[in-house]
């Protein structure tokens, strides 16, 4: 059995803009779709907080292809650890414009990040996907 392994981190957007919101979107769909791999990415215009998981080895060669990324400044891994079950099975990649689950930006510039546990930032990952499932994804 393959081992699912989940990521989630941290960078700041460089060129941030919707065409190169919905381009990221394109691609980590139409990738994440050829290799298994869900998650949810969560963003504007300071932020970019992802969660992506599945297959160990596809879940690194996706990571490392993001580090690589130009748009993605001062990237800090949060969360990297094998799990049993996927928060978001059912997205190849969900898009929450950070529009209620997310810290403020003036929280984000004061270091909350710094101090917030890992099961604090997987919590705020499976309100949003308990959110979807109710409700529909944000738009």
Same mark, same amino acid.
């Given at each position: 059995m393959t081992e699912l392994v989940?990521?989630?981190y941290v960078s700041q957007p460089f060129g941030y803009d919707i065409p190169t919101l919905n381009g990221i979107l394109l691609e980590s769909?139409?990738?994440n779709s050829r290799d298994g791999i869900s998650g949810a990415l969560i963003c504007r215009h300071d932020i970019y907080f992802q969660l992506i998981e599945g297959p160990e080895t596809k879940v690194q060669a996706? @990571?490392?292809?993001i580090k690589r990324d130009d748009r993605?400044?001062?990237?800090?891994?949060?969360v990297s650890a094998n799990v049993t079950n996927?928060? @978001?099975a059912d997205w190849a990649m969900l898009h929450d414009p950070a529009t209620s689950?997310?810290?403020?930006?003036?929280?984000i510039s004061a270091g909350i990040l710094?101090?917030?546990t890992e099961v604090d930032i997987r919590h705020m990952f499976e309100t949003l996907a308990e959110d979807v499932k109710k409700?529909?994804?944000p738009v």
């Open positions: 989940q990521i989630i769909r139409r990738n996706a @990571f490392e292809r993605h400044l001062d990237m800090k891994t949060l996927r928060i @978001f689950l997310i810290w403020t930006e003036k929280e710094d101090n917030t409700n529909g994804p």
